[in-house]
Each structure stands twice: as structure tokens, then as C-alpha cells.
């Protein structure tokens, strides 16, 4: 059982991080105006039977084990000024993992991020440059199947704006950013995302999006996919597709619906998602 504990342990860590990708549709390098609020709400749910070892070699989990995690999330973005945001994200999982005679379940807060984001430029207010800073703080104590424990910090460069070039409804946005933990062995990351979508009406109520997207993590501790080492995993990497729907009632409330998909990994559950989340705006 100490194989299944282990990948376990690797799809908590990789759920959370998908699950995240898919909740970020609304967001971006698009500027928030000086008090206003934006609130999303969102649930997400994640599959996986099946997974790529340290060679990146497929195969089904062994005693036909099924993982599935059901994310309760809520982000929020204040605009300060013109140039600054605060913003905020807080999830809560709920995680399942059944397989012949064995099952495990965990829930619980997972990391609360806080962070600021400053719109460094704009082109003609049609192209927008951000940098962003985020520090992790995580909810919960000796629990690695919640996430490694450790805080951290994460920086971030956006570019976002219209695609005039392909058509006056498209958009696009390009982010990448590196995350450090800051325990023992506590791994780097670089997170990398491009989004292309267009309008579907000329009232701007329907959008479609595309996602290309992936994540890399490395740390000096626990280099290989050993069944026998029950930590959470470190080193990884996967890229994922998404598409999502999004539809807007009025200009303070939206809905979205995604689904992704991953592409390849290493370390990783070969996983699907689907998420439906809400943006607020009240004021």
C-alpha cells in the first residue's frame, strides 16, 4: 500500500495546482479599477486512475485506485489605485482515493495566498504589462495530504490585451511565474500560462477561451519516483489544454464553465477537471 500512499500524495499536490489553472479564466494581466472589488467563487472537481511515473511512462494505478478532489474557492482582487491591486485566494479540498480494499479521505483548508499586483505599462490602453508578488501561508499543521506546509512566495509577469490583429472580439493573455518554499528541500516552481478567446456576440455577454499551459517543480530532496519515500511530491511536471464558456448576465456578474485536460507529465496523475465559477463585481 505504500505505492498508492505515495501517488496519493503526488495527485494532492498536482489537483490543487490544476484545479487553480482552471479558476484563473476571469483573472490575467487586465487592470481592475481603483475600488472596485471582484469576488469569484468557484467549484472545481478533478479525475484521475492512471498516472506518469519519473520516466514519464503511463500507467493505470495499481488496484484499480481512482483519485478525485472536489476544490471550494474563493478569490478576490481590490483595486487600490491605477497602478496597484490587492488580491486573495483561499480553497478548500475535499479529496477521495478508493482502490481494491483500500480507500483514503481528506479535507481541509489548503494555502491562503495574498498578494500584490502592479500594472507596470500599458500601450494605448490596449496592451497591459504586470508584475505580481504573492506570499503562501498555509492552514494547516502535519497534514501533507493537504499541500508540502511550508510557507512561500511567488512572482509573476503578465501581458495581456486585444488581438486587433486576428479580429476586433479576440484577446489574449501570456503569464509565467516562479514560486520558492522556504522549508527543507522546499521546492522551486515556474508555472506558465497563455490564453487566447474572442466574444461571440456584439454585446460582449459570450466569450470562448483556449489555455495552454504547464507546471515545472524542482527541489534537491527526492529526486526520483521511489514508492518508499511518503512525502509529498517535489518534482514534477505536466502541461495541460483547457477550454472554457463564459457568459455575462450584467457588467457585475458572470459565470464561467472550463474543462481541461493534461497533456503529458512526469511524477503526475494523468487528470481531467471541469469548473464552474462566479465573478462579482458589487461595487
Same mark, same amino acid.
Given at each position: ?34 475600488? #472596485?472589488?471582484?469576488?469569484?467563487? #468557484? ?16 500507467? $493505470? ?42 480507500? #483514503? ?12 499586483? *502592479? ?7 490596449? *496592451? ?15 497534514? $501533507? ?41 522546499? $521546492? ?24 495552454? @499551459?504547464?507546471? *515545472? ?47 503529458? @507529465? ?18
Amino acid at each position: 500500500m505504500k505505492f498508492t500512499t505515495t501517488w496519493l500524495k503526488y495527485l494532492l499536490v498536482t489537483a490543487v495546482l490544476f484545479i487553480a489553472s482552471l479558476n484563473n479564466s476571469y483573472a490575467g494581466g487586465f487592470p481592475v479599477r481603483p475600488g #472596485s472589488l471582484l469576488l469569484s467563487p #468557484s467549484v472545481s472537481y478533478f479525475f484521475a486512475n492512471k498516472g506518469w511515473d519519473s520516466l514519464r511512462r503511463k500507467n $493505470p494505478f495499481s488496484n484499480n485506485g481512482q483519485f478525485t478532489s472536489i476544490s471550494n474557492s474563493l478569490y478576490m482582487e481590490y483595486g487600490i489605485s491605477k497602478r496597484f491591486t490587492f488580491l486573495a485566494s483561499l480553497p478548500y479540498v475535499i479529496n477521495n482515493y478508493v482502490a481494491d480494499n483500500y480507500t #483514503s479521505k481528506s479535507q481541509g483548508a489548503t494555502d491562503l495566498e495574498t498578494g500584490i499586483r *502592479y500594472y507596470l505599462a500599458n500601450i494605448n490602453y490596449t *496592451y497591459y504589462f504586470t508584475i505580481q508578488g504573492t506570499f503562501i501561508t498555509p492552514l494547516y499543521q502535519n497534514n $501533507p495530504s493537504l499541500g508540502y506546509g511550508e510557507k512561500g512566495a511567488e512572482l509573476k509577469f503578465s501581458f495581456a490585451g486585444s488581438a486587433h490583429f486576428l479580429g476586433k472580439n479576440c484577446y489574449f493573455t501570456a503569464e509565467n511565474g516562479v514560486r520558492q518554499y522556504f522549508g527543507d528541500g522546499g $521546492p522551486i516552481q515556474d508555472r506558465y500560462n497563455a490564453t487566447f478567446g474572442l466574444t461571440l456576440d456584439r454585446r460582449f455577454h459570450q466569450q470562448m477561451s483556449v489555455s495552454i @499551459g504547464g507546471f *515545472y517543480s524542482t527541489s534537491s530532496l527526492n529526486k526520483g519516483f521511489d514508492p518508499k519515500k511518503l512525502v509529498s511530491n517535489k518534482n514534477f511536471a505536466f502541461n495541460q489544454a483547457s477550454i472554457t464558456y463564459g457568459y455575462s448576465f450584467t457588467r457585475r456578474f458572470s459565470t464561467f464553465i472550463s474543462a481541461g485536460t493534461f497533456i503529458n @507529465g512526469r511524477n503526475t496523475g494523468d487528470g481531467s477537471s471541469a469548473s464552474l465559477s462566479f465573478v462579482i463585481r458589487p461595487f
